[in-house]
Structures are given as structure tokens and as C-alpha cells.
């Protein structure tokens, strides 16, 4: 009986030393570690032609939209101002349809009020029939000839219309090239790298900078398929950023990816787990309050 007490007792104690391990590993303790990391962007230049400027430099702080430096446009610029002035020539050029006809149109109403008088005069034989003929003829003549003035017309203005529309897509064209030549930004970060200053020859392709949200890090830790089940996405975690030297900082966390397949531990990696070589890997969103880097070795506990 004593010995069925004792053995009794050693369950309680161990049954209770477990759960104490398993709450401490739910209530703080590191389940895993990895590296910060931030969305990098790198900007390469979309046109060709010297760099008359460029201010970026490596930590650099810059705004979405900001222009950090310019490609030389001028020949862009001249061949928009010549296709300009071809498009004011041919607005010149396109003829006054209304007018022209206008004239024509006048002759046309002042012959037909002619063959109403040749034909009241001749109801009372007071102008021949030939008279009448020849008025009638050359309104007929006339109507034929606005018909065709005005279709030749609208054919001239429609293809100069034609050419207007042709080179207001080369100015349009014109545009977005000049508007590749301005190097911006495209997002709110730092400078990370800088792989050109001016003076030297860019080409469209060409890699001038990288630049990082450094306000909005990430740390990508790996989790063993046992931890899985005590993580979901959304999920508010604690996150210890290590500088070093046992200088350590907290910062508040929230899980935004968890991967759908597994890899093989990273060397630079330990996991709680010796014994597992697959991991998952999870992304951990944490604001940046200056102090952590990209590389940055961190932890996640849950809370």
C-alpha cells in the first residue's frame, strides 16, 4: 500500500511539473526565433540617358511620390514641342467647312428664287421655256456641287482630325517617357543601398537604389509542426528584438503569414525542438521604433 501511495505521489509531482512547463511555454517563454526583415523595393531607372541629379543616399529617409533625382530629357522635350507645333499647323490648315459652303449655299438660294420667278413669268408667257430650263439646270448644278464641296470638305477634316489624333498620341507618349526620366520614390522608407550618382550614364533596367519601410518590420521566425497548433494568423504575440551583449528590447507583435509548406530548419535557426528538421515559417508584423534592423536576430513568445 505504501508503495502504491508513493508511486501515487511521483504522478501528482510529475503531472504537475509537466503542466507547469507547458503553461510557462504559453505564458512567455520563446517558441521561436529568426530574423527582422522588411519589404524591400528596388528602384531601377526607366529611361536612358545621364543622371543630372540624384540626392538619394544610403539612410535616407523619403516619402512616397518624392523625386530623388532626374535623367536628362531635353531631346524628349524638344521632339514634344516639335509635334506641338505640327498639330497647331495642322489645326491652321483644317478648313472652314461652314464658310465655304456658305457661299455656295447663297448662290444655290438665290437661283432658286430666279427659276420661281422665270416660272411665274412663264405661266403669264412672259419668259420662254428655255429660260426656264437653263435656271433650273444650274440649280440642279449647283445643289450637285455643294453635295461634293462638302463631302471633300468633311473627307479633309477627317483626315486631318486623323493626323491631330496620330500626334497627340506621340505627345502622350512624349509625356510618359519625361515623366520616366523623374527617379521617385514609390513608397514611404529609408535608403538602403544607392548604386548611382550623377553624372553617369543610366540605362532603362538599371538598378539606382533600394529602399525599405523600416517602420513596419517583420520578423520571420520558424515554428516546428507541434507549435502550429497554438498559432493562428491575426494572432497577438510578444516579440524580444536581441541588440546584443544581453541588451534586449519587447515590442508587440501580430502574426500576418503562416506558410503552407514546410523547409528544413536554417542553420542560423534553433528551434525548442532538436529533434524536428521541418519547420514553418511565420511572418510576425511588428512596429519599428527605430531601433531594429534588417538581420536583427528576435524571438516570439505567445501572451
Not at 507547458?22 to 529568426?34: L, N, Y
Not at 505640327?86 to 432658286?112: T, W, Y
Not at 553617369?200 to 518590420?217: C, N, Q, T
Not at 509542426?225 to 536581441?242: C, F, P, R
Request: glycine letters at 8%.
Amino acid at each position: 500500500m505504501k508503495n502504491i501511495a508513493g508511486i501515487k505521489y511521483l504522478l501528482f509531482v510529475a503531472c504537475m511539473a509537466a503542466l507547469a512547463v507547458s503553461c510557462k511555454d504559453k505564458s512567455g517563454e520563446p517558441m521561436a526565433s529568426g530574423t527582422f526583415e522588411a519589404d524591400e523595393i528596388t528602384v531601377s531607372a526607366e529611361a536612358s540617358g545621364k543622371l543630372v541629379s540624384f540626392t538619394a543616399d544610403e539612410g535616407m529617409t523619403v516619402s512616397a511620390g518624392q523625386v530623388v533625382g532626374q535623367i536628362d530629357s531635353l531631346s524628349l522635350y524638344l521632339n514634344k514641342e516639335l509635334i506641338e507645333r505640327n498639330i497647331a499647323a495642322l489645326e491652321a490648315g483644317r478648313p472652314d467647312v461652314e464658310a465655304q459652303l456658305g457661299v455656295m449655299e447663297a448662290q444655290l438660294e438665290s437661283g432658286k428664287h430666279e427659276l420661281e420667278r422665270l416660272s411665274r413669268l412663264l405661266e403669264s408667257d412672259a419668259a420662254t421655256q428655255k429660260q426656264f430650263d437653263d435656271a433650273e439646270a444650274s440649280v440642279r448644278v449647283l445643289e450637285k456641287q455643294i453635295e461634293a464641296t462638302e463631302s471633300s470638305l468633311n473627307g479633309q477634316v477627317a483626315g486631318i482630325d486623323a493626323q491631330i489624333a496620330g500626334l497627340r498620341v506621340q505627345i502622350a507618349q512624349a509625356e510618359d517617357m519625361l515623366s520616366k526620366c523623374r527617379i521617385v520614390s514609390p513608397v514611404d522608407g529609408t535608403v538602403l543601398s544607392k548604386y548611382a550618382s550623377a553624372g553617369e550614364l543610366a540605362s532603362a533596367g538599371r538598378p539606382l537604389f533600394k529602399i525599405a519601410d523600416m517602420k513596419h518590420v517583420f520578423l520571420r521566425a520558424y515554428f516546428t509542426s507541434g507549435q502550429l497548433k497554438d498559432i493562428a494568423l491575426g494572432q497577438d504575440v510578444k516579440v524580444t528584438a536581441d541588440f546584443g551583449g544581453g541588451n534586449v528590447r519587447e515590442y508587440a507583435g501580430t502574426i500576418v503569414w503562416i506558410s503552407d509548406k514546410s523547409e528544413f530548419t536554417p542553420k542560423s535557426i534553433q528551434t525548442d525542438d532538436d529533434r524536428e528538421n521541418l519547420v514553418y515559417a511565420v511572418k510576425v508584423a511588428v512596429e519599428n521604433d527605430g531601433y531594429i534592423k534588417i538581420g536583427m536576430f528576435g524571438k516570439v513568445s505567445l501572451l
